[in-house]
């Protein structure tokens, strides 16, 4: 039996924290900070995932034997490293790769170098600095439209810029690097070749030497119907991906997941944990758009929800570097999920409104995101509220679910699109 504890206070610290309270080998099972959704799974703990005293506190409080980091912060911060040479920590067992292993989603420029040493197919890049941003103005003569430009460092998803025109793109370079539009993280900016198909995640859960491949998902970032407005975190996701066929997830694991293993053994890169790769198909082939060092969110919702094994099991196999004998099994069956904002989200939005009807979602999973108790109310706490995930026989079955439960669910400025999933079902009906 094991005292576990999940970082985080999503969506996907709630879908994992859910999925790991279904284990008969837990005993206890905490989340820090957590939102109102965990508080049902779990116990809450007021603690920053980024103050790792104050996490090495509540895991010696609490005999935690396991933590799973959720969000990207704590990993590129060093956590890992930091249980590691804490004398205190050292038997506790952590998900989540070392401080140098999180550059691959920590730094664009890194990802691309790694991805160039071991032939893993992606974007044709060059970086720049301030020392060279004129080099980076020539350099946006020689490509062909849309430019992209990416901020190097994290920027909380707002680094990434698809330019048409070329004075625009070289300005908002030049703006990037001498202004720092977007802080440090700017301060060395990735431009790419722009690559035109159709995305979708993929997941894979490592010990470091063997690893298995976790259900895909397709997300939908924009705020509008049709893919149009604003980026933001994810509105929603469906799994499995229709156009990931058996043979498609094979060139994904024999170009790019096996390379990525055994490139990081290869540097001796200490990586156990979750790898989420962002893949655009381009014809038949895929590439990598980006690497991040965690679970993704909204996918996690459709992600976990599909496990049919023991997660605690998987996770224990990463820590001892046993995956290779544990068994994962998934559901056949589609999950969508869709996410529930508030008004003005992804800019400006207000906070504290009662939500009523949670238990009106008889269809559905309600993961919370950016929610609190207040007393003996649930309010919003965030942009994104409440992921609504459920199972279906088809993506149409699945999505109406969510849709369904989505409308019964009430607080004063909610928003959901009522597209998730729509280009599956239209690409379907092609086949």
Sequence with gaps: MMNVLVLGSGGREHAISWKLAQSSHIQSLFIAPGNAGTATVGTNLDVDPTDFKAVRKCVVENNIQLVVVGPEDPLVKGIVDFFKTDKNLQGVGIIGPSQ???????????????????????????????????????????????????????????????????????????????????????????????????????????DGHSYKILPEAKDYKRIGVGDTGLNTGGMGAISPVPFCTPEFMDKIESRIIIPTIKGLKAEEIEYKGFIFI???????????????????????????????????????????????????????????????????????YEKGKEIKGLHRADEAIVFH????????????????????????????????????????????????????GKDLIKMLEKI
Excluded: W
């Design 278 to 348: 962002g893949i655009i198909k381009v014809g038949n082939d895929p590439y990598v758009i980006e690497y991040n060092c965690r679970m993704g969110d909204p996918e996690t919702e459709v992600v976990m929800p599909r496990i049919k094994s023991d997660l605690l099991n998987l996770l224990e196999g990463v820590v001892t570097q046993t995956l290779s004998e544990c068994d994962l099994h998934v559901d056949d069956r589609v999950c969508s999920t869709v996410v529930t904002v508030s008004k003005g989200y992804p800019e400006s």
């Design 369 to 420: 995101s950016g929610t609190k108790k207040s007393g003996a109310k649930i309010v919003t706490n965030g942009g994104r509220v409440l992921a609504i995930s459920a199972y279906g026989y088809s993506i149409s079955d699945a999505t109406r679910k969510s849709f369904d439960a989505a409308e019964s669910i009430e607080y004063s400025g909610k928003y959901f699109r009522e597209d998730i």
């Design 100 to 206: 140098v292993g999180a550059q691959l989603e920590g730094s664009k420029d890194f990802a691309k170098k790694f991805m160039q040493r071991h032939h893993i197919p992606t974007a044709k890049y060059a970086s720049f600095t301030k020392e060279t941003v004129e080099e980076g103005v020539a350099f946006l003569k020689t490509m062909k439209t849309p430019y992209v430009l990416k901020a190097d460092g994290l920027a909380a998803g707002k680094g990434v810029l698809i330019i048409e025109d070329l004075k625009t793109a070289q300005d908002e370079l030049r703006s990037m690097l001498l202004n720092e539009k977007f802080g440090a993280a700017s301060n060395t900016v990735v431009i790419e070749e722009f690559l035109k198909g159709i995305e979708c995640s993929v997941f894979v859960l490592t």
